[in-house]
T-cell receptor, first 111, second 117 residues
Framework: GEDVEQSLFLSVREGDSSVINCTYT??????LYWYKQEPGAGLQLLTY?????DMKQDQRLTVLLNKKDKHLSLRIADTQTGDSAIYFC???????????FGTGTRLKVLA | GAVVSQHPSWVICKSGTSVKIECRSL??????MFWYRQFPKQSLMLMAT?????????EQGVEKDKFLINHASLTLSTLTVTSAHPEDSSFYIC?????????????FGSGTQLSVL
């Protein structure tokens, strides 16, 4: 079935790197996404990666994709207190516009 | 980037009343919009896919008569929670696909917190 899993919590110190992991199940997914949600707000698209790529870098964000293991990660360099939020990975199975979201990882950045 | 406006951002209502939530794409046309529900500290659950000019497609377990969806124009979809009960209290989020940019871009509204007393 469709199931996207993430660890629930991550705590890092300001200035350190954060790595948020995600495993997904649908190998047909063409795109994989990372979204950020701040308290009481909607979702903000951070970045996405096409399934034929294994890495994508966008400023402080680095996405790594291991398609064989169906593993996706988001690395945030030089994490700041403003990065504290919930991060969701999502997959979009081939042939559909539906997004399947992970359980979300709550990132807390300590000053 | 594209903007999706969702209104209201929060609403409190009495049990048994109906509540309408609007989702507008402000600077693009959206043939497809999606409605999600999010319980506290949980992930987003897709409720239905709203298609402009046709009936919505509901996910398994979602009552179509309780959650009425109307997508009458390319920029507006509405979700009406009919005869709301306390168990309907939740955070509802809409999203819209910008067809100019292809399927890889989906934009989200800011969400509506519904509290049913």
């Amino acid at each position: 079935g469709e199931d996207v899993e993430q660890s629930l919590f991550l705590s890092v110190r300001e200035g350190d790197s954060s790595v948020i992991n995600c495993t997904y199940t649908d190998s047909s997914s063409t795109y994989l996404y990372w979204y950020k949600q701040e308290p009481g707000a909607g979702l903000q698209l951070l970045t996405y990666i096409f399934s034929n790529m294994d890495m994508k870098q966008d400023q402080r964000l680095t996405v790594l994709l291991n398609k064989k293991d169906k593993h996706l990660s988001l690395r945030i360099a030089d994490t700041q207190t403003g990065d504290s939020a919930i991060y969701f990975c999502a997959e979009s199975p081939s042939g559909t516009y539906k997004y399947i979201f992970g359980t979300g990882t709550r990132l807390k950045v300590l000053a | 980037g594209a903007v999706v406006s969702q209104h209201p951002s929060w609403v409190i209502c009495k049990s048994g009343t109906s509540v309408k939530i609007e989702c507008r794409s402000l600077d693009f046309q959206a043939t497809t919009m999606f409605w999600y529900r999010q319980f506290p500290k949980q992930s987003l659950m897709l409720m239905a896919t709203s298609n402009e000019g046709s009936k919505a497609t509901y996910e398994q377990g979602v009552e179509k008569d309780k959650f009425l969806i109307n997508h009458a124009s390319l920029t507006l979809s509405t979700l009406t929670v009919t005869s709301a009960h306390p168990e309907d209290s939740s955070f509802y989020i809409c999203s819209a696909r910008d067809r100019r940019q292809g399927r890889e871009k989906l934009f989200f509204g800011s969400g509506t917190q519904l509290s049913v007393l």
